[in-house]
Each structure stands twice: as structure tokens, then as C-alpha cells.
């Protein structure tokens, strides 16, 4: 079996000291490809950075400001995301959105930089990486916007992924009809996140991805702890028992599916 994770911070601080041996845990655990994540201008070079290493596994890197860090999102940053963003092995624009539950930066502040990046993401003919807290509902006609704009939506390819998703089954649909993905983490398999295993049953397979968010949300059985790559299978094992499959069909659509994603149009050509 392989593993896609599609969405990490390996770049944090909490690996610095052994970053090696994680990445050589993900290979031992069958993680064939990682997504390393930006949430500002320093993490996103890092990202590329990380991103360009040859062996194995595989990692992509994506650019942008999380919205916990979107009052740092000037015209001169958002200019230097765009201009990382052409640049291989970038393959979205990310970690974008609206976080309504710690409030980090004003509302209207993470809007606007939200609106910017997915424009960024529109010119340069990129998925995105998208995260909400408390702010499913006010995701929405943002996201709609992008999906009227994005060149992805006539190539039939997925527009990008709501990582870690937190809202409800019936708020996972209406993306999955706008044309987006719906990760899930690790942590779906906590004892009261019973929402994030009806959206691992009730969403078709085809539009689903797993990821680790590391090094947070660990498993279960390593909660305190910092999560990694490796346990990216944890996510799938949540998936297949709330479905009623076998891990086997869940590594295989899930990767697929991220490959779909993230590997079709590599950045450089973005600008052609």
C-alpha cells in the first residue's frame, strides 16, 4: 500500500532535530508523497526549500498565508507568494482561508487576503489548500467565486482541498458539487468527532483526500504528542472502517485522487 499526505508542516520547528528520521519513518510506513505547507512568506520558501530535496519520499511544497498570519499579508508579501508560487515544485496555493475561532486577525482582514490568494491561485492555474474554522458557511461564496475563475474548472480537474475538514456532511457536499476535495486528518478517529466519520461514509470516495497536519491533531493513541507523516495510515484506517472497506481501496482512491490534485500541471508552466 502507498500513502499520500496532503498536508503537513515539516518545515516547523518541532522537526528540526530530527527531520531525517521522520521523513525515513514516512517511507518505512509506505507515505510516498508528503505536501509541506506554507502559512506565510518565511514558511512558504521553507516549504520550497524542503520541497526540493530528491530522495525519497516525494514531497510538494505549497505558498501562501494562513489566515491566523493574514495581517502580515501586505501587497509586497502577497506579490513575493505569487512570485514563489511559479516557481517548481509548488503545487498550490496554501494553507489560504478564514479561521472564525481563535479570530488571530480581524475578519475582514483574513477576506480580503483570502479573496487576494485566491486570485493568485486563478492567474496561475492552481489548485488551493484551504482551512476553516467556524467559518464553513462563510467559506462559501469566496470559494464560489474561485470556482467561476479557475481555468481547473474546465480541465475537470479538482480545484482544491478543504484540509482537515471540520464542518458537516451537508456543508462537505456543497464543495465536493463546487468541484473541491475534503481531507481528513487523524483526528477524525477521536472519540466525539463522530461528524468527521459520517463525512468519511457519506462523501463518494473519489472526493476524499487524508492527511496528518502535522506535527498537529495526532492519533488518538498519541494524543500530547507531535504528529508525523507515518501516521498518515491512521487517517486511512478511519476512513475504511467508517465506510465498511478495506484500507487497501482508501490508500489507493486517496492517493489518486491527491495525484489528481496536486500533479497534473506543474507551477512553472503557470505563467505560459
Known sequence: MHFFDSHSHLQDARFDEDREAVLARATAAG????VVCGEDVASSETAIALAARTEHPRLLATVGFHPHEAAQATEDALDRIE?????SPVAAIGEIGLDFYRDLAPRHVQRRVLDAQLAIAARLRLPVSVHSRDA???LQPHLAGFAAESPLAGQGRPLGVLHAFGGTLEQARTYVEMGFLVSLPCSAGYPRNDEARRVAAGLPLASLLIETDSPALPPQSRRGTRNEPANVRVAAEVVA???GVGIEEVAAATTANAEALFGAIPAMEASA
Open 241 to 243: 472502517e467508517a465506510r
Open 31 to 34: 507515505v510516498e508523497t508528503i
Open 136 to 138: 464553513e458557511g462563510e
Open 83 to 87: 512570485e514563489l508560487a511559479r516557481t
